[in-house]
Each structure stands twice: as structure tokens, then as C-alpha cells.
């Protein structure tokens, strides 16, 4: 039985006097100014075929009606059905970012000042806005230097009494080693949250489960730049803890329960969510119809793309191994299978004769766009100005710094044909072999 759109709807239906939903509908000179920006050209072809378009949609719109609803329908239903079948969850979410299924998580284990959260050196810094802005501790784990991914060693130091949750970041869509960090957090505190920052691994596999099901919550990024994306931003939540699955969808809008009895004179209430400790206040992450559209026809085919990610990575970490100062990608197999958001290239800086720094400046001066993803988070401002001792911090990351200085960066794997393809790996090889030459 499909579920049930998670909020209220203005849109009574046939009435004298009806009150719709929609307050102002698109018509077709609207319509056709969205297919312009999704369609881009020009010159005299593509003005043609516009114009040819654009007397079918006005033809179109004298026959046709507008949606009775644009956000949290039907639409938004069936993707959240698509995404449950594709990660195999019941539940999942589709909200307005990852960054808000990250909230939901953090508010569900009643992060609070006082509380402590590990989370990699290097991530986005989504990853621990949230906590960070409850006044809560962050504490800042070391990476594995061959996935940049979270060190299940490292995090065994760093684990507390204080600590409430555990975040890795499967960067680049390469999967950590969510056994070890499992078994590690869940030794030392059963009741520790795992949350998965999974931003870049919607669709990666970690010993036969989708990775983002693993922990207690996972979130995903449907942002422009992911691999599949509900038209530039989104994002979905699913959790494995089994009495919030059926209110995830009030955790979207406000708690607001519009099946309970309601109010004095009202039509629904409104409740506080049940944390793990104690009832959180929920906000507002709703998404749109045409958001999930996009969503449901880029998760059907987000096979095709992996594997096209797949193909291009596996090209590159087959020319990589002319020479041995190249670290190439672990592509994986059939324990782990990344999704190749990123590619990650690193290069031994002895053999090579230098670090990551003149590479990427070689490999810029060559038309290779390469970007380190991401800084470590204790070089930023924000934790310096929040109170922490950055220098301990660093100091505590040896890995990151080295890794993040000296070794690695990222190349791009979409968006590009099979000669720049074929091109990014003649120049990663030319530019460590002018560098080994002192050139």
C-alpha cells in the first residue's frame, strides 16, 4: 500500500467556493521559459525548434490543466518508493538537502552542549554544522591514507564517555569500513548513533548492502554536482532505528500529525518527536513534485551511470600503473563497490620527486581541472572563532595533513568523453614524469 502525502492540502476539491492548493499556477509562457534554461542553444536551428516547441506547449496549454498540488504529493511518494527499492529500506525520506537528513538525525539522538561527535578530518563542513551549532564538541578523527575515509583505529582513541554519535563519510562515493567502525562504536557504547554521511555514495555496496543502511541513519546529497541529483538539490534519509521509520515523515514538517485527533476547532496537531533521550522539535524540509520527478528518473538509471563512472576510473587505474609513484583508485570489487564520484589520485612524493601541490599545478598549466575534496576541518575559521585549539586538532590528524598536503587530489570521471578521458591520463603521467625529472 503506497504511503500517504505528508501534509495537509488546501485543495477541497469540487466545490462551490473551493480553496486550492496551488496559489498561483505556471502557465505556458512559464513552462517554456524552464524548458529554454533546460534546454540551452543557439542560433538559427535552435530558435527554430523553440519556436516549434513552443506552439505545441500553447497549443497544450488550451486543453490541459495545472497540478492540483506542487509539493509533497504523489510524486514525492513514489520517489521515496523508488529510492526504499533501490537501497532495499523501508522508509526512506526525501528531503530538502543531505544536510537536513543529517539534522533529523542529530536532533533524534538529542545533541546538546556538552555532548561530543567525531566526525573525519576531511568532509564538507555539512558535516558537522549541526552540531557545532547547538554548542555541542566536536572531535575530529584521523583518515586511512589509502581512502581518506575515517580510520577505525584512530577513532578507537577518540572515542569518550561524552560521545553520542559517529560520523563517517564515505568520500568520493568509496565506501568506509563501516565493519570495523560498527563493531568499534558499538563495543565501546551500543547506545552511540551512527550516522552515515553517504552525500557522494548513493548506490555504493559494502560486503552485499547499500551503503547509507548500514548505520543507525544514512543520508544522501541530490545536490547539481552528485551523481544523480532532483533537479540541483536533495536529498534522501533512511534509518535502521525501527520506531522512527513511521514518523519520518512528520520529522519533514514541523511534527505535524494530520491523522491524530486534532485540535479544538483545527484540523490536525502538532507534536514534539520522540529523540532517544527526549522529544526534539522538528523543522520544515519539504520537497517539491517536480524535485522527486527528477529524482525517480535519475534513480532508474543510476546503474548505467555508476557503471559509466565505473568504466573511465577503471581506464585511469590502468594507465596509472606505468609508474609506480602513482597511487592509483581502488576500484574496488566485489566487497566494495564505490559509486566514482570522484576519483582519487595520489602519488608517493619520494618516487615522484615532489607532492600533490606541484602536481596539481602541472595538471592546471595542462587544462586538468583536479580539486582535494575536502579541507581539513580544523583549518577553517569557524572552530578557531567557536573555542577550539585547532593546533591540537591538527596535531592529532597526522594522516590528514599529510595526505591533504603532500598526496592527493581528485579528477573529475563524468561530464567528459572518451578522449579528455584518454587526455587526463596522458597528462597526470607526463606532469609526474617532468617532476621526476626535476622539470
Known amino acids: 500500500m503506497k504511503k500517504k502525502a505528508s501534509d495537509f492540502r488546501y485543495n477541497t476539491g469540487e466545490t462551490r467556493v473551493p480553496w486550492p492548493a496551488v496559489g498561483e499556477n505556471y502557465n505556458a509562457h512559464d513552462l517554456m521559459e524552464v524548458i529554454k534554461f533546460m534546454m540551452q542553444g543557439q542560433g538559427a536551428e535552435y530558435d527554430a525548434a523553440i519556436d516549434e516547441v513552443a506552439e505545441k506547449v500553447y497549443a497544450l496549454d488550451k486543453v490541459s490543466r495545472a497540478p492540483g498540488k506542487l509539493s509533497l504529493d504523489v510524486n514525492v511518494v513514489a520517489a521515496e518508493e523508488a ?30 552542549p556538552g555532548d561530543e561527535v567525531i566526525v573525519p578530518a576531511i568532509t564538507f563542513i555539512a558535516t558537522m554544522a549541526y552540531p557545532i551549532s547547538v554548542g555541542a564538541k566536536i572531535v575530529i578523527c584521523d583518515v586511512a591514507p589509502n581512502t581518506i575515509n575515517m580510520d577505525p583505529e584512530d577513532l578507537k582513541k577518540k572515542l569518550s564517555p561524552k560521545t553520542k554519535m559517529v560520523v563517517p563519510v564515505h568520500i568520493g562515493g568509496y565506501p568506509c569500513n563501516m565493519e570495523e567502525i560498527m563493531k568499534v562504536t558499538k563495543e565501546y557504547n551500543k547506545d552511540i548513533v551512527v550516522l552515515e554521511d553517504a552525500a557522494h555514495a548513493f548506490g555504493a555496496m559494502y560486503k552485499g548492502k547499500r551503503i547509507g543502511t548500514i548505520g543507525d541513519f544514512g543520508s544522501f546529497s541530490f545536490h547539481e554536482v552528485k551523481n544523480v541529483t532532483s533537479f540541483g538539490e536533495g536529498g534522501i534519509v533512511c534509518t535502521n532505528v525501527e520506531e522512527m521509520r513511521p514518523l519520518m515523515p512528520r520529522c519533514r514538517f514541523f511534527g505535524s500529525d494530520f491523522g491524530a485527533k486534532p485540535i479544538d476547532n483545527w484540523f490536525y496537531n502538532v507534536d514534539a518527536m520522540p529523540g532517544k533521550y527526549g522529544p526534539f522539535v522538528a523543522l520544515n524540509s519539504s520537497t517539491t513534485e517536480i524535485q522527486a520527478i527528477g529524482l525517480k528518473l535519475q534513480v532508474a538509471r543510476n546503474e548505467q551511470i555508476i557503471a559509466e563512472r565505473r568504466k573511465n576510473a577503471a581506464y585511469l587505474t590502468e594507465r596509472f600503473k606505468a609508474n609506480d609513484a602513482i597511487i592509483p583508485q581502488d576500484i574496488g570489487g566485489d566487497d566494495v563497490q564505490p559509486t566514482f564520484h570522484l576519483y582519487l589520485l595520489q602519488i608517493d612524493p619520494a618516487k615522484a620527486g615532489g607532492d600533490v601541490q606541484v602536481l596539481r599545478k602541472k595538471l592546471e598549466a595542462k587544462g586538468v581541472t ?25 596535531a592529532a590528524c597526522p594522516v590528514a595533513n599529510e595526505v591533504f598536503d603532500h598526496r592527493f587530489t581528485h579528477l573529475p570521471l563524468y561530464g567528459i568523453d572518451e578522449e579528455q578521458v584518454q587526455y587526463m591520463a596522458d597528462a597526470v603521467l607526463e606532469a609526474v614524469e617532468e617532476m621526476q625529472k626535476g622539470l
Not at 95 to 108: D, L, P, R
Not at 384 to 392: F, N, S
Open 370 to 394: 583536479n580539486l582535494p575534496h575536502f579541507g581539513p576541518l580544523y583549518r577553517f575559521n569557524i572552530l578557531k572563532q567557536l573555542g577550539y585549539d585547532v593546533d591540537a586538532m591538527s
Open 83 to 112: 529510492c526504499d527499492e533501490y537501497l532495499n529500506t523501508q522508509g526512506s525520506l526525501f528531503v530538502t538537502n543531505a544536510t537536513a537528513g543529517f539534522e533529523i538525525a542529530y536532533k533524534y539522538a538529542n545533541i546538546d
